[in-house]
């Protein structure tokens, strides 16, 4: 038999697309063999945050300070001004945050959790409801162990993953209203946004959802925060997808959603291409005096906010570059390569393919096991055997326990998330990791699931234990 190669583009009938970037330095890769692998994986307890990356081949963990860093952010590094107080450095992030984002306040935090605990201990009183389009493991950490309850509100779309809505991060304002109603407005401390939504597969808010959100919140005065961590790939689905927004760059988009919102809490190594870093920014002076009281007991001066000032530098930078259209462009367009490979082969993944990553959905991949062994968690260990690449698991292990009753959540959705780095991997890769996830969809029906043999107080995901059953 003999065929003719065909480019990618060619394959699915467009033209094909290319970073816009070339390559100055690369970090050799290496593989350990199958027994190394199996040895490697049993001493992690058969959990991947437990390996060690040099045992790992390709790292789908997370795209969570991985991303590769820009000549002009290396440079910046060297330009760090290192004072304890008032740095240069902040004041370009200030300036950065308010040109992108457009609000006025901003404090630096370590991380995006660190925003997390300041924003929670600030405005949410004991008792108070959270709603929340889908919950994050740390953010409803933060807002539970200020003394909030959290409520989801995403519509219900959100937790079918065949479900091709196009705007699965939407918040039901139907359930809001429900909410308020019941509760009244002063028991809600604020309605807690992310675009796009990292539980759901990456899935984005439309611009329409948030503005009747804003009216809605007016209406009864409550107030709207946004964790922006891949807000940037939000605004990218907007413009695709919602009329009216084809001609408008991410750059306005995102500054147009943000201005519905309150304020914002980052973790700045996702979109922001760095590797450490986070930031909270509102608008109401109140709020903020009592964030910068806040920040010097947890994070550090309200000038640094546990950065040093070349981090401050390379994060300003990379926001301008993160928000260019041709990044965000190329950064989904590789995402959705490695979706197009998997759905063409029947592999069974969250739809439609979101910004950061594949999720593929366990539930349907191993039909024969029942959530209590833990589906998504033996996916994530069939891979790293089959290939050495690193995935994480997102389902019942990362929804913990409720908190009341002590019993698993059970969340609807069992997903092994293959996240994609920013501007380190290239489509070769993207081959080899799809070849990998079919091997081990074509062994499925052999894979027996795991037990908990150890299992942490706190985000039991990170440091928990299995053996094979
Ligand atoms: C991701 C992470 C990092 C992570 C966090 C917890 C468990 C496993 C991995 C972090 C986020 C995020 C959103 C939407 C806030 C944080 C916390 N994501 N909001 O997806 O995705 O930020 O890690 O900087 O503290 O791998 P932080």
């Given at each position: 038999?003999?065929?003719?190669?065909?480019?990618?583009?060619?394959?699915?009938?467009?033209?094909?697309?290319?970073?816009?970037?070339?390559?100055?330095?690369?970090?050799?890769?290496?593989?350990?063999?199958?027994?190394?692998?199996?040895?490697?994986?049993?001493?992690?307890?058969?959990?991947?945050?437990?390996?060690?990356?040099?045992?790992?081949?390709?790292?789908?963990?997370?795209?969570?300070?991985?991303?590769?860093?820009?000549?002009?952010?290396?440079?910046?590094?060297?330009?760090?001004?290192?004072?304890?107080?008032?740095?240069?450095?902040?004041?370009?992030?200030?300036?950065?945050?308010?040109?992108?984002?457009?609000?006025?306040?901003?404090?630096?935090?370590?991380?995006?959790?660190?925003?997390?605990?300041?924003?929670?201990?600030?405005?949410?009183?004991?008792?108070?409801?959270?709603?929340?389009?889908?919950?994050?493991?740390?953010?409803?950490?933060?807002?539970?162990?200020?003394?909030?309850?959290?409520?989801?509100?995403?519509?219900?779309?959100?937790?079918?993953?065949?479900?091709?809505?196009?705007?699965?991060?939407?918040?039901?304002?139907?359930?809001?209203?429900?909410?308020?109603?019941?509760?009244?407005?002063?028991?809600?401390?604020?309605?807690?946004?992310?675009?796009?939504?990292?539980?759901?597969?990456?899935?984005?808010?439309?611009?329409?959802?948030?503005?009747?959100?804003?009216?809605?919140?007016?209406?009864?005065?409550?107030?709207?925060?946004?964790?922006?961590?891949?807000?940037?790939?939000?605004?990218?689905?907007?413009?695709?997808?919602?009329?009216?927004?084809?001609?408008?760059?991410?750059?306005?988009?995102?500054?147009?959603?943000?201005?519905?919102?309150?304020?914002?809490?980052?973790?700045?190594?996702?979109?922001?291409?760095?590797n450490i870093g986070g930031w909270l920014a509102v608008n109401d002076?109140?709020?903020?005096?009592?964030?910068?009281?806040?920040?010097?007991?947890?994070?550090?001066?309200?000038?640094?906010?546990?950065?040093?000032?070349?981090?401050?530098?390379?994060?300003?930078?990379?926001?301008?570059?993160?928000?260019?259209?041709?990044?965000?462009?190329?950064?989904?367009?590789?995402?959705?390569?490695?979706?197009?490979?998997?759905?063409?082969?029947?592999?069974?993944?969250?739809?439609?393919?979101?910004?950061?990553?594949?999720?593929?959905?366990?539930?349907?991949?191993?039909?024969?096991?029942?959530?209590?062994?833990?589906?998504?968690?033996?996916?994530?260990?069939?891979?790293?055997?089959?290939?050495?690449?690193?995935?994480?698991?997102?389902?019942?292990?990362?929804?913990?326990?409720?908190?009341?009753?002590?019993?698993?959540?059970?969340?609807?959705?069992?997903?092994?998330?293959?996240?994609?780095p920013r501007r380190v991997y290239t489509q070769a890769h993207m081959?080899?990791?799809?070849?990998?996830?079919?091997?081990?969809?074509?062994?499925?029906?052999?894979?027996?699931?795991?037990?908990?043999?150890?299992?942490?107080?706190?985000?039991?995901?990170?440091?928990?234990?299995?053996?094979?059953?």
């Amino acid at each position: 038999m003999t065929t003719t190669p065909q480019t990618m583009g060619q394959q699915f009938g467009r033209r094909s697309w290319a970073e816009p970037w070339k390559i100055k330095m690369v970090e050799p890769l290496t593989m350990i063999d199958r027994a190394g692998r199996e040895r490697a994986l049993t001493e992690a307890g058969f959990n991947t945050f437990l390996l060690k990356s040099d045992d790992v081949y390709i790292d789908l963990l997370t795209d969570s300070g991985t991303s590769a860093m820009s000549d002009r952010q290396w440079a910046g590094m060297m330009l760090g001004d290192e004072a304890y107080a008032g740095s240069r450095n902040f004041y370009h992030l200030e300036e950065a945050i308010q040109t992108y984002y457009g609000y006025k306040y901003i404090v630096p935090t370590h991380q995006g959790r660190g925003a997390e605990h300041l924003i929670s201990q600030t405005v949410i009183k004991k008792g108070q409801y959270v709603p929340g389009n889908m919950y994050f493991t740390t953010t409803r950490l933060h807002q539970e162990l200020a003394g909030g309850i959290f409520v989801d509100v995403i519509i219900d779309e959100a937790h079918d993953p065949i479900n091709l809505h196009p705007f699965k991060g939407n918040i039901d304002l139907n359930k809001v209203e429900a909410l308020i109603k019941r509760e009244g407005a002063d028991k809600i401390a604020y309605i807690s946004v992310a675009g796009t939504v990292n539980m759901a597969g990456g899935q984005p808010v439309s611009m329409a959802n948030i503005k009747a959100l804003r009216e809605l919140c007016d209406k009864h005065g409550i107030k709207i925060f946004l964790d922006a961590t891949r807000m940037m790939e939000n605004a990218f689905f907007i413009q695709e997808r919602e009329e009216g927004y084809a001609d408008k760059t991410i750059a306005q988009i995102l500054k147009e959603f943000c201005s519905y919102t309150d304020g914002a809490w980052m973790s700045a190594k996702k979109d922001h291409l760095v590797n450490i870093g986070g930031w909270l920014a509102v608008n109401d002076w109140d709020i903020f005096e009592e964030i910068r009281n806040l920040v010097v007991v947890y994070e550090g001066l309200h000038t640094y906010g546990g950065l040093a000032g070349r981090d401050m530098e390379a994060l300003a930078i990379g926001i301008a570059e993160a928000v260019k259209d041709d990044h965000i462009r190329s950064r989904i367009g590789q995402v959705r390569y490695l979706g197009e490979l998997l759905t063409d082969w029947n592999v069974p993944i969250m739809m439609p393919v979101g910004g950061h990553a594949i999720f593929l959905d366990a539930k349907r991949f191993y039909p024969h096991l029942p959530q209590s062994v833990f589906p998504a968690q033996t996916l994530a260990a069939e891979l790293y055997l089959d290939s050495g690449i690193r995935s994480m698991e997102r389902g019942v292990v990362s929804a913990g326990r409720d908190p009341h009753t002590g019993d698993h959540y059970y969340p609807k959705l069992e997903l092994t998330r293959l996240t994609i780095p920013r501007r380190v991997y290239t489509q070769a890769h993207m081959d080899v990791v799809a070849e990998s996830v079919k091997a081990v969809f074509d062994q499925r029906e052999s894979t027996r699931g795991l037990k908990m043999v150890y299992e942490p107080k706190y985000l039991r995901f990170f440091q928990a234990r299995f053996e094979r059953l």
